[in-house]
């Protein structure tokens, strides 16, 4: 059996679309899909898998565009230091009760965690300097945030309908 071939992924223009991806070469866990050297997540558990915890793989960069949405039954995930950008709509309408994020997280894209209806607080890391367009719209139960020191750009709509939303800290 052949050795697969290293993949090296410019990061200069990432783009975290699956249709950019979908040639790379895969490497699947119980339940979740990877580029072969594990940097980019394109897809989490199936919404009838029921996971409700997830560890993402230690080399993990990039978590890709509706990695985890519309999982449901998803309430926590454990992020490894290393991941930097989360992708579109990556976690949109799943479970999530909480969120954790490394300190090496720097840009969460648009509409990363909308409709997390379960998520009530929120601590973004220092290393965060963008937040897309409606990264947190619809989080019903979302309470309070705290903002990271290091922000330069702020989406519109981020905290849109957040209707139980009393303290972001800045």
Same mark, same amino acid.
Request: proline residues 4%; contains cysteine.
């Given at each position: 059996?052949?050795?697969?071939?290293?993949?090296?992924?410019?990061?200069?223009?990432? @783009?975290?679309?699956?249709?950019?991806?979908?040639?790379?070469?895969?490497?699947?866990?119980?339940?979740?899909?990877?580029?072969?050297?594990?940097?980019?997540?394109?897809?989490?558990?199936?919404?009838?898998?029921?996971?409700?915890?997830?560890?993402? +793989?230690?080399?993990?960069?990039?978590?890709?565009?509706?990695?985890?949405?519309?999982? +449901?039954?998803?309430?926590?995930?454990?992020?490894?230091?290393?991941?930097?950008?989360?992708?579109? +709509?990556?976690?949109? @309408?799943?479970?999530?009760?909480?969120?954790?994020?490394?300190?090496?997280?720097?840009?969460?894209?648009?509409?990363?965690?909308?409709?997390?209806?379960?998520? @009530?607080?929120?601590?973004?890391?220092?290393?965060?300097?963008?937040?897309?367009?409606?990264?947190?719209?619809?989080?019903?139960?979302?309470?309070?945030?705290?903002?990271?020191?290091?922000?330069?750009?702020?989406?519109?709509?981020?905290? +849109?309908?957040?209707?139980?939303?009393?303290?972001?800290?800045?």
């Amino acid at each position: 059996i052949d050795k697969p071939k290293e993949i090296v992924i410019d990061i200069s223009n990432i @783009n975290t679309e699956w249709n950019i991806l979908n040639s790379l070469k895969t490497w699947c866990d119980d339940v979740a899909l990877y580029t072969v050297d594990k940097q980019y997540l394109i897809s989490g558990p199936e919404p009838w898998e029921e996971v409700v915890e997830y560890k993402i +793989e230690d080399k993990t960069k990039i978590i890709c565009d509706k990695a985890f949405s519309y999982r +449901e039954s998803l309430q926590k995930v454990v992020f490894p230091y290393g991941i930097f950008i989360i992708g579109k +709509e990556a976690f949109c @309408n799943s479970g999530l009760k909480s969120l954790m994020l490394p300190n090496s997280v720097k840009v969460i894209k648009e509409q990363a965690f909308s409709w997390c209806r379960r998520l @009530n607080e929120i601590t973004l890391p220092d290393s965060v300097v963008e937040i897309g367009d409606m990264a947190f719209w619809w989080c019903l139960s979302l309470e309070k945030v705290i903002l990271s020191k290091s922000l330069i750009k702020i989406g519109y709509g981020v905290f +849109e309908q957040c209707q139980k939303l009393k303290e972001i800290t800045i």
